[in-house]
């Protein structure tokens, strides 16, 4: 950063702010051979009475899975009563990191189901609620009829497949495969 710095500015890890001797080091500051420089993005902040600056994060606080969001990810895993779910996206907003969630069998269809097999596949994106968030494993479910399956892959050959009645179907390979679909599947 060039120049004299103001509340207000906008600054990067490692711009300068000033030195020792004009100011005391506040939060998002560090000192190195008598200097003050920002330890983070943000925005500056001079209190003039106590002579302390300050930078705080500019960015907005995280977004986080909690009970009763809306996801969206993608199966990584299909094993036993489980499915694990990479989460990327809240309703439409892209997450900043990725968070991992699992549908247990139970949370499938809300009815009794024996297998899962024919539920998920490794590589569908599906549309889950967020059931618990206490955890570190976010635990979901698709029993409602929105939420499902809403893009998957043929197991045979990776291609997209086609809702065709209540089946999917590939047009590569012509395998027909079954999911818990999501009711605006395409």
């Known amino acids: 950063m060039s120049g004299e710095v103001k509340t207000g500015n ?3 890890p490692g711009d300068k702010l000033g030195v020792i001797e004009e100011y005391v080091l506040g939060a998002g500051t560090f000192q190195e051979d008598g200097v003050i420089y920002s330890s983070r993005i943000g925005v500056v902040l001079i209190d003039n009475k106590s002579k ?3 930078v705080f994060p500019k ?4 977004l986080i899975p909690k009970k009763g969001d809306i996801v969206l990810g993608k199966v990584i895993t299909v094993q036993g009563k489980k499915a694990t779910v990479a989460i990327a996206m809240i309703e439409d ?12 069998i139970r949370q499938i269809t809300g009815g009794y189901l024996e297998s899962i097999d024919d539920m998920f596949k490794i590589g569908d994106i599906i549309r889950a609620s967020v059931i618990d968030d206490k955890e570190e494993v976010y635990q979901l479910s698709t029993a409602s009829p929105e939420l499902g399956v809403i893009k998957a892959y043929c197991a045979r050959c990776g291609n997209v497949l086609r809702r065709v009645n209540k ?13 818990k679909l999501a009711s605006d599947f395409e």
């Open 167 to 179: 089946q999917l179907k590939c047009d590569s390979c012509g395998n027909v495969e079954m999911r």
């Open 10 to 12: 906008l600054v990067l």
């Open 59 to 62: 960015v907005a606080k995280p």
């Open 93 to 104: 907003k892209v997450l900043s990191s990725i968070f991992t969630g699992q549908v247990f």
């Open 52 to 54: 302390k600056i300050s």
